[in-house]
């Protein structure tokens, strides 16, 4: 029953700031590799952000300057920060986990799958 719920989502101003937060829950071993996506309307989804479980980050180059992603092992909760927020930032944000279940390492795994939260609106818009 492993979850990830972000919040944070809303309308915001050009040239304004959000906080997503992703909160991951449920059976969880361990978490490996994170990240945001976002897919605005008419077009695929896209990597906005990722970061490792050492604290490596990549980002997509539309958002590098201004978007930063962290994360807190001891929570088990991923963190996007976004400044200078653009009209073309609009989009459904997604919360994205590899993780390790309690379930698939007490069957002798040590790999983990894919998890994907429901995503967070971002409205930006004067």
């Known amino acids: 029953q492993v979850q990830l719920v972000e919040s944070g989502g809303g309308l915001v101003q050009p040239g304004g700031s959000l906080r997503l937060s992703c909160a991951a829950s449920g059976s969880i071993f361990r978490i490996n590799d994170m990240g945001w996506y976002r897919q605005a309307p008419g077009k695929e989804r896209e990597l906005v952000a990722r970061i490792t479980s050492a604290g490596s980050t990549n980002y997509a180059d539309s958002v590098k300057g201004r978007f930063s992603i962290s994360r807190d092992n001891t929570k088990n909760t991923l963190l996007l920060q976004m400044n200078r927020l653009k009209p073309e930032d609009t989009a459904v944000y997604y919360c994205?986990?590899?993780?390790?279940?309690?379930?698939?390492?007490?069957?002798?795994?040590?790999?983990?799958?894919?998890?994907w939260g429901k995503g967070t609106l971002v409205t930006v818009s004067s």
């Open positions: 994205n986990a590899d993780i390790i279940s309690g379930d698939l390492y007490r069957y002798g795994r040590d790999y983990g799958r894919d998890y």
